[in-house]
């Protein structure tokens, strides 16, 4: 089973950037599609973008054109560049696998997450 080592949260002000990771073990992103998910407190966890193995990447409407999924094969993982922050992208952000290479039901797993906060 996949483990999956998210890192990069924190705080920063409205309008920065930041980048987060998630090394990815036990499975690889270029045979699995991989994403990325986020739970806002009193919220339900959302996805805010993922990428299949052919490259299809599809992103939460609120963060098209801010946000950017990639992924490195050599060092297997999956990354989220975020810019343009806005205090409404403050959550957990969680990476995910799914079991097979498509972006399809739900991921087969998560990771601990890691905390974006945006201050406004």
């Known amino acids: 089973q996949a483990q999956l080592v998210e890192s990069g949260g924190g705080l920063v002000q409205a309008g920065g950037s930041l980048k987060l990771s998630c090394v990815v073990s036990?499975?690889?992103?270029?045979?699995?599609?991989m994403g990325w998910y986020r739970q806002a407190p009193g919220a339900q966890r959302e996805l805010v973008a993922a990428i299949s193995v052919g490259s299809r990447a599809i992103y939460l409407n609120s963060v098209k054109g801010r946000f950017t999924i990639s992924r490195d094969y050599a060092k297997n993982t999956v990354y989220l560049q975020m810019n343009s922050l806005k205090p409404e992208d403050t959550a957990v952000y969680y990476c995910?696998?799914?079991?097979?290479?498509?972006?399809?039901?739900?991921?087969?797993?998560w990771g601990q997450g890691t905390q974006v906060t945006v201050s406004s």
């Open positions: 036990g499975s690889s992103v270029g045979s699995n599609a």
């Open positions: 995910a696998a799914w079991k097979t290479g498509t972006i399809a039901g739900s991921p087969l797993g």
